[in-house]
């Protein structure tokens, strides 16, 4: 399934039958303190969707809930026309409130306005991936996900979205989606000390489907372990770095999305990912997260 990257470490994927680099970028921290508002650098956040663009990256993640709007604006203004490599996956399901707070919008009338929305500030026909958001900001929640996976269905039958998938999901929930309709990838929190999908993620490789997590460094708590720092410290990198390229050896159906507002990290981030892990370093983590 993967194919060599001559830049990129990872190589690529196929999310159906779209070909993305297995490093990718998210788009959220382009947005303004908390994920609301306009940057504090508007210029910086087009360099970095730019620079993205640029080293190669072809799967940019975003939400119409990131400003909200704001980061889709973003990727119009830095990338619109897109090339045809370049693949933009969104979510809907989830808006936000003047708290701040990402409150549900799973009925239908939520997610056609949310998917239009989309198309009209990425300035697109179709929407190349859409994932149903589930559960809330603490994590998945139980219970059926039918009705909202239904509504998009009937959007992605109209042409509007290309291909599904589904976010802060159970594995139940993944279940039940895939008896619906066909599904290219599943994003939920994982990360080198969060290893609770483990087992899910097994099970969607043999399946083809890819596993995006989210949070890949721990997000507004970064990780910190002492087996990290001493497996960085030995290969003179950051534990950053490390915990990146550990998702990547991890199985070949992760493609990583992490984020940054600066163009340095950025670079900082797709060297860090391709950095040669042995045996006995990846054991050495894999204990972290059990």
Known sequence: MNTPSASLPGGTWMLGDLSVTRFGYGAMQLAGPGVMGPPADHDGALAVLREAASLGITHIDTAGAYGPRVTNQLIREALHPCPAS????????AVRDRQGGWPPARQPEDLRR?????????????????NLR???????????LAEP?????????????????????????????????????????????????????DDLATKNIAYVP?????????????????????????????????????????????????VTHLRENVAGA?????????AELDKIGH
């Open 134 to 144: 589930l559960g809330d900001a603490q994590g998945p929640r139980p219970g059926s």
């Open 214 to 262: 989210f949070f890949p460094l721990g997000g507004f708590t970064p990780l910190q372990s002492a087996a990290l720092s001493a497996v960085a410290t030995r290969l003179n990198s950051t534990p950053m770095s490390v915990a990146l390229a550990w998702l990547l050896r991890r199985s070949p159906n992760i493609l990583l999305i992490p984020g940054t507002s600066s």
């Open 274 to 282: 391709g950095l040669p892990l042995s045996d006995e370093e990846l």
């Open 86 to 93: 370049l693949h933009i996956v969104t979510k809907v399901g």
């Open 114 to 130: 949310a998917v239009h929305e989309n198309l009209e500030d990425l300035g697109l026909d179709a929407l190349d991936v859409v």
């Open 149 to 201: 996976f239904e509504t998009l269905v009937e959007l992605q039958q109209q042409g509007l979205i290309r291909h599904l998938g589904v976010s802060n999901a159970t594995a139940e929930q993944v279940s039940e989606a895939q008896a619906i309709a066909p599904i290219v990838c599943v994003q939920n929190m994982y990360n080198l000390a969060y290893r609770q999908d483990d087992e899910l993620i």
